[in-house]
């Protein structure tokens, strides 16, 4: 029976296991699905499947700079525990290198792209999910270039808790643009600069302190005057280069970037698990229901 390009991703979709594995599966029960999964049940191959559903909010984030290039990427797992283990930091080295590598544009280009072993990387993930036991994903990637005129800041926080790249425009100091991403860790701003912000969000602050003002009976003639001296406050907590700087609170973020002879062109600044709702399991109910069911 001829093994159809539907039928492996069929039984991938069903299974989790890796593409090559579910074409001999196939082809070693001459195409018949059900017994396919149960051949790959029986090689210990379709855990993958069984984890699917599972909420992978641990991990870790991973900078590769090779040259003019750089990676900044976040790979999860479902616990802390495998994110510190060999075989998943192996993973997310390969990811780094083949990403950076191959560019795709986006998760679902790099899934697709093949590495250097000959298979895709959504492959080659769902391989390392049958070995390390948990699920794993590519959740997001940014790449970067620059001239041999500017510098990178590579930061990672609490071994990988926190990542941040940092383009040094127009200066050589790593240590600097280092430094600045060291910043961008600890005080976690939206924007480089005040150019940055939107009008509409200037204008949505401006109403709500407005509001603030007059509610705490603030006499109105003098409403706006305390209002603009607040925005620039909002401008400190939210723009970078008018921020205090960690290292030295006298002196702001854009007097160090200018120092180098530089300027901030931008900052990526990842987080592990930021923006995925975490399954709260209560350990006692689960007990509970189990013991119930049996």
Known sequence: MVITAQMVKELREKTGAGMMDCKKALTEVNGDMEAA????????????????????????????????????????AETDFVAKNEAFQTLVQELAEHLLASKPATIEEAHDSKLENGLSVADHI?????KIGEKITLRRFEIRTKTDNDAFGPYLHMGGRIGVL?????STDAEAAKDVAMHVAALNPKYVSRDQVSEEEVERERKVLTEQALNEG??????????????????????????????????KVSDFVK?????????????????????????ADEVMSQVKGN
């Open 37 to 76: 999964i149960d051949f790959l049940r029986e090689k210990g191959l379709s855990s993958a499947a069984k984890k699917a559903d599972r909420i992978a909010a641990e991990g870790t984030t991973s900078i590769y700079v090779n040259g003019n290039e750089a990676v900044i990427l976040e790979v999860n």
């Open 259 to 283: 120092a180098t002879g530089g300027t901030l062109k931008e900052f990526i600044r990842y987080a592990v698990g930021e923006g995925i709702e975490k399954r709260e399991d209560n350990f």
């Open 166 to 170: 940092v383009v040094l425009e127009g």
């Open 218 to 251: 603030k006499p109105e003639n003098i409403v706006a005057k305390m209002v603009e001296g607040r925005i620039g406050k909002y401008f400190e907590e939210i723009c970078v280069l008018d921020q205090a700087f960690v290292k030295n609170s006298d002196q």
């Open 126 to 130: 769902s391989n390392a999910v049958a």
